[in-house]
């Protein structure tokens, strides 16, 4: 998506100073999307150590563990990505400010836009990686990744020239809820994301917290990295109070 913003959005917003661009807004863009792509290499990673068990279970026939497992996936999903996002959603100015410096500042917004992506990219992942593959349904994910290529890119034909960064995190966003929603349909037969459902409100809660916590937080207009600190802290001890069981229980029962 960086490159396809840069050469898009360059000819179309600075003409003859089109080689501003990739120090002036291309850049904003790109520290955004190096700050997604390393936290969606975090969770992917802790998530995909369970995919050799699912072809182990597959390889068996045994499809009772299969789903079983799948849906201690899920449970991981909703426990560890919505805390993410949330988290990386209320301190994206922080993370920028540390990752990049004040010029950079105006990618705020796409960063807060791609922490939601994060939700639909790593579920996307587990779908991928951890379903299709295992059923040997390559036809479908050809299909899926064809269809959410094109559709990024022709959403930046459009998005880009309008909205900028912004629009290009988007397009991301979209495309890797395409993927996700195809997927879904495609595993319906083996997989039901419901029964990961009983997670849900706990883990609401500890997300409301942490956005609590947050706000509390910048009321005092600490310095940054003392800010960054206690908010990080400060809602990962309060989620984790709320969600404790059902963490344990996830730690103990295993992916």
């Known amino acids: ?76 999903v909703i426990i560890m990505v919505f805390p993410a996002i949330t988290g990386l959603f209320m301190i994206s100015r922080n993370v920028i400010l540390l990752a990049a410096g004040e010029e950079y500042l105006g990618g705020v917004n796409s960063l807060r836009i791609l922490s939601i992506a994060l939700l639909f990219a790593v579920t996307a992942t587990v779908y991928v990686a951890g379903v299709l593959t295992n059923l040997r349904r390559d036809k479908v994910i050809f299909q899926v990744t064809a269809i959410s290529a094109l559709l990024n890119v022709v959403l930046n034909l459009f998005m880009i020239p309008w909205l900028g960064q912004d629009g290009a995190a988007i397009t991301t966003l979209i495309a890797e809820l395409s993927v996700t929603v195809l997927s879904m349909r495609k595993c319906k037969d083996v997989v039901d994301w419901k029964v990961a459902s009983s997670v849900i409100p706990r883990t609401a809660a500890g997300c409301i917290c942490i956005a609590l916590v947050c706000i509390t937080v910048s009321y005092f207009s600490l310095p940054l990295g003392w800010d960054t600190c206690i908010k990080i802290a400060g809602s990962a001890g309060l989620y984790y109070a709320i969600n404790r069981k059902q963490i344990l229980d996830w730690q103990k029962n295993g992916l």
Do not use: C, W
């Open 1 to 76: 998506n960086a490159d396809i913003y840069a050469f898009l959005h360059a000819p179309l917003r600075f003409g003859r100073d089109a080689e501003k661009a990739p120090r002036q807004t291309v850049g904003l863009y790109e520290t955004s999307a190096k700050i997604y792509t390393a936290v969606k290499g975090l969770l992917n990673a802790v998530l995909l150590v369970a995919v050799p068990r699912l072809a182990y279970f597959f390889g068996k026939n045994d499809m009772d563990s299969f789903r079983k497992l799948i849906g201690s996936i899920f449970k991981a």
